[in-house]
């Protein structure tokens, strides 16, 4: 029997939806790749004892504090995972790299583009890897769509096109929580769509401008914990965010762009879509049916115009190998797992990706947008990055 590499011990900050998410990758992972070392989760931290407490023993997990600067400081940490609200990552990710942890922070990086710079210098200074969790690139369709757009399976790139519509916000008696606090990060161009920029500039290259707008449909929340009550009674809470945007986009290579995100969407759980129309073809990604691509090409014999499936399960696929037979599919948890592999698979040499550079370069098309929609106008990424 061959020994088990070495343990990476990990600390997990959160223990919400996204705890939950990356603790189940760190289980998967090495079911899915020879990974030169085995990640292990030791303590995880959160701000409710008894919910912490529960969380740890769920997801298997020996350790729990409610100090995330306790965790933090352990010398028998290597890796700080941080799932909590977007308003306090920025904060925890420099606190980790001064005490020399590698880094995995859920998206989006920061609260604005000068934090997100902030937290990439740290990162730099300190020398400690460090990653953003855009974790829908690892998906086995959306990475072979990258890939066939990166390879010229479309030619060349002209319009990108998304669409992230959730219902999350649709019920006015749903409860006040960080979701709905600009402060915390909340916003929906944040949540949603730092996922959908990260895929653009991944695909589609640098964008110079954005024209957005945006708007809040419902101005009020009942208080933290209360609920089933819509309006203004005692203790409601105003909104600070948006609850959708939409934006037309210019890539710096001539390309055209337009994404929607929206938490008003009703009956639409969490769906995405991203097309990408080049000279030579066409490429469509739907979330509902996520382990297919539909491709187009202007070679294909004009006997069969249209676009066929195909099903990123083959073999010969990204990331499709590692999991199950092929007509099997995976679902949202496999980017996860494939997430934990990837930035292990090199560990300790390779540099991870993305990292705080492309945080950074998402926060400031975030940015950009709130500005933009707010001035009414065109607004460059230049003006937020101060780049020349
Ligand atoms: N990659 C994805 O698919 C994905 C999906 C959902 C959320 N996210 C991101 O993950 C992060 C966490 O989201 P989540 O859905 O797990 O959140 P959640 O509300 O389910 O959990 C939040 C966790 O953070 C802790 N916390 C610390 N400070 C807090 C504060 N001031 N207010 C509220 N909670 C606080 C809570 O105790 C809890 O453990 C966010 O940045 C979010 O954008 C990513």
Redesign the pocket.
Same mark, same amino acid.
């Given at each position: 029997m061959s020994p088990q590499p070495p343990a990476l011990r990990v600390g997990i900050v !959160?223990?919400?939806?996204? !705890?939950k998410a990356h603790s189940y990758g760190y289980r998967v992972a090495p079911m899915l790749r020879a990974l030169p070392v085995t990640p292990v989760v030791s303590v995880m931290s959160?701000? =409710?004892g008894p919910a912490v407490a529960a969380a740890a023993a769920a997801y298997g997990i020996p350790e729990h504090t409610t100090d995330w600067r306790a965790l933090v400081a352990r010398d028998d940490i290597d890796v700080v995972d941080i799932? @909590?609200?977007? !308003? @306090?990552?920025a904060e925890i990710a420099r606190a980790a790299a001064a005490a020399g942890k590698a880094v995995l922070c859920?998206?989006?990086l920061a609260l604005t583009y000068p934090e997100a710079a902030a937290a990439l210098a740290a990162v730099t200074s300190a020398g400690v890897h460090h990653a953003v969790?855009f =974790?829908y690139r690892r998906l086995p369709a959306v990475a072979l769509m990258r890939h066939m757009v990166a390879g010229g399976a479309i030619g060349e790139v002209r319009l990108w096109r998304a669409t992230w519509l959730s219902d999350e916000f649709t019920d006015p008696g749903t409860p006040y /929580?960080?979701r709905f606090d600009r402060q915390?990060g909340g916003t929906t161009i944040a /949540?949603l769509g730092s996922h959908l920029i990260d895929m653009a500039l991944w695909m589609a290259g640098e964008i110079r401008a954005v024209c957005a707008q945006s708007a809040t449909f419902i101005a009020e929340r009942p208080p933290p914990g209360g609920g089933g009550r819509a309006g203004t009674g005692a203790g409601a809470r105003a909104v600070t965010v948006d609850d959708a945007s939409s934006a037309l986009l210019r890539f710096g290579s001539g390309a055209l762009g337009a994404m929607e995100v929206a938490r008003a969407a009703v009956r639409r759980p969490c769906d995405f879509t991203v097309e990408v129309n080049g000279s030579r073809g066409t490429l469509v990604f739907d979330y509902a049916r996520l382990n297919e691509l539909r491709y187009g090409s202007a070679d294909d014999d004009p006997g069969l115009y249209g676009m066929r499936r195909i099903r990123a399960e083959h073999p010969s696929h990204p990331y499709a190998g590692s999991w199950w037979p092929i007509g099997q599919g995976v679902g949202y948890g496999a980017s996860f797992g494939n997430q934990v592999a990837d930035l292990l698979e090199g560990w300790p040499g390779a540099p991870w990706s993305p990292g705080f550079g492309q945080g950074a370069a998402v926060q400031a098309v975030c940015d950009a947008m709130e500005a933009s929609a707010a001035q009414g106008r065109w607004v460059t990424v230049s003006e937020v990055t101060g780049a020349a």
């Open positions: !959160g223990y919400g939806v996204m !705890g959160g701000r =409710n799932c @909590t609200p977007p !308003g @306090t990552h859920e998206k989006p969790g =974790n /929580d960080w915390m /949540d």
